[in-house]
Structures are given as C-alpha cells and as structure tokens.
Nanobody, 115 residues
Framework: QVHLVESGGGLVQPGGSLRLSCTAS??????VGWFRQAPGKEREGVSC????????QYKDSVKGRFTISRDNAKNTVYLQMNSLKFEDAAVYYC?????WGTGSWGQGTQVTVSS
C-alpha cells in the first residue's frame, strides 16, 4: 500500500503563501489530487494533476491562487498556495485522484490562516 506523506503546512497571515509537498513511492504513476478538510466539514477536492499530461484542475475558489505541480523524478507533487484566505484553513491531504481506499490517507498537513 502506498504511504503518502504530506508536509509544508503552517501558520500564515491572510494573503500569505505556503507550499505543500506530497511524497510517496511510485507517485509518478498516478494522477494525484490535493484535498482538504476543515473542522466540521467534509473532505473536499482542491486540485489534481494528470499523470500523463500534467494538466491541472482546480476547485473554483482556489483558481488563480493555487498551483499544483509535480516532479516525477522525486515522486513528489506540490501545491503552491498564494493569497491565502481564512477559508483555506484546513488539514490538507494528498491522494490519488480519485482517491484510493479509506486506509490510504496520510496524516495530512495543517494549514492555519490567522491574523
């Protein structure tokens, strides 16, 4: 089973930036997505990047602010998050897209947006 590891979260002020990283063995063979879950809310998809074309897709609310990219040589997928808003605060997870089974989720990385 693939072991997903997310990193790069932290505390930022509104308008700030963070870059999240997701690593796992053989990640380069999959379309990968970033997801987030805020307290009391369902986990939602934020962005994904196609395994072959590298074409990205984004949730409407993050378009123009977030950029997903991948480095297949490093089996790593990144999420550059700029102009962060209060509503972006959540635990961010990566997974294949669509996600593998329930047990595939990693620990996630916390993003806190606070002034």
């Amino acid at each position: 089973q693939v072991h997903l590891v997310e990193s790069g979260g932290g505390l930022v002020q509104p308008g700030g930036s963070l870059r999240l990283s997701c690593t796992a063995s053989d990640l380069s063979y999959y379309t990968v997505g970033w997801f987030r879950q805020a307290p009391g809310k369902e986990r939602e998809g934020v962005s994904c990047i196609h395994v072959l074309t590298g074409n990205p897709q984004y949730k409407d609310s993050v378009k123009g602010r977030f950029t997903i990219s991948r480095d297949n040589a490093k089996n790593t997928v990144y999420l550059q998050m700029n102009s962060l808003k209060f509503e972006d605060a959540a635990v961010y997870y990566c997974n294949s897209y669509p996600p593998w089974g329930t047990g595939s989720w990693g620990q996630g990385t916390q993003v806190t947006v606070s002034s």
